[in-house]
């Protein structure tokens, strides 16, 4: 069974940094593309950044680029997101989604960890 | 400002067959196919339909999806009270390079 356990969520100030992370198992986690997809408080679903397998390749939406990265580690089956410069409106639950394959996206979802960026 | 426009809200009573629209434009519907997701409230979104018109296993056949040109729509027919939920569009971007939801559709069952 596919399972995706996100951690690393909190209170953070404006213009700090925060680390998560998404224990991946059930799995060959090296063979699937990853994603980290956010929700503000109310709102809809926002695509933040995806990497690729082998992590060679990542993407990241424009309100992000140059202040969040997202890495991997395949050998230990884990996901992470670095998030620096961090503003208000990155306020969020973030969940780590799983692609089966480009035509068969965010199959598999965990539970989302909330980030809160506030003074 | 959603890249992709879905209706803010729809309605049905139970047995009734509702639709949901997703309209986008040559970079991302125009080229991609259209995925699908349901969320309940407080809860992870699950993959519903994936390239424009297919079901995951376990996906109740009475969920539907199509598109045409740079439109797509999913039909929920038999509704349910249990399909009461927030429904979105997803497609990739090719302009942007990146993934792009629509604002979500709130269906509630009257």
């Known amino acids: 069974e596919v399972q995706l356990l996100e951690s690393g969520g909190g209170l953070v100030q404006p213009g700090g940094s925060q680390r998560l992370s998404c224990a991946a198992s059930?799995?060959?986690?090296?063979?699937?593309?990853m994603n980290w997809v956010r929700q503000a408080p109310g709102k809809g679903l926002e695509w933040v950044s995806g990497?690729?397998?082998?992590?060679?390749?990542?993407y990241s939406a424009d309100s992000v680029k140059g202040r969040f990265t997202i890495s991997r580690d395949n050998s230990k089956n884990t996901l992470y997101l670095q998030m620096n410069s961090l503003r208000a409106e990155d306020t969020a639950i973030y969940f780590c989604?799983?692609?089966?394959?480009?035509?068969?996206?965010?199959?598999?979802w965990g539970q989302g960890t909330l980030v809160t960026v506030s003074s | 400002q959603s890249v992709l426009t879905q209706p803010p809200s729809a309605s049905g009573t139970p047995g009734q067959r509702v639709t949901i629209s997703c309209s986008g434009s040559s970079s991302n519907m125009g080229r991609n196919n259209v995925h699908w997701y349901q969320q309940v409230p407080g809860t992870a979104p699950n993959l519903l339909i994936y390239?424009?018109?297919q079901r995951p296993s376990g996906v109740p056949d009475r969920f539907s999806g199509s598109k045409s040109g740079t439109s797509a729509s999913l039909a929920i027919s038999g509704l349910q009270s249990e399909d009461e939920a927030d429904y979105y569009c997803a497609v990739w971007d090719d302009s942007l390079n990146g993934w792009v939801f629509g604002g979500g559709t709130k269906l509630t069952v009257l």
């Open positions: 390239s424009s018109s």
């Open positions: 990497i690729s397998g082998n992590g060679g390749s990542t």
């Open positions: 059930g799995f060959t986690f090296s063979n699937y593309a």
């Open positions: 989604a799983k692609d089966f394959n480009s035509n068969y996206p965010f199959d598999h």
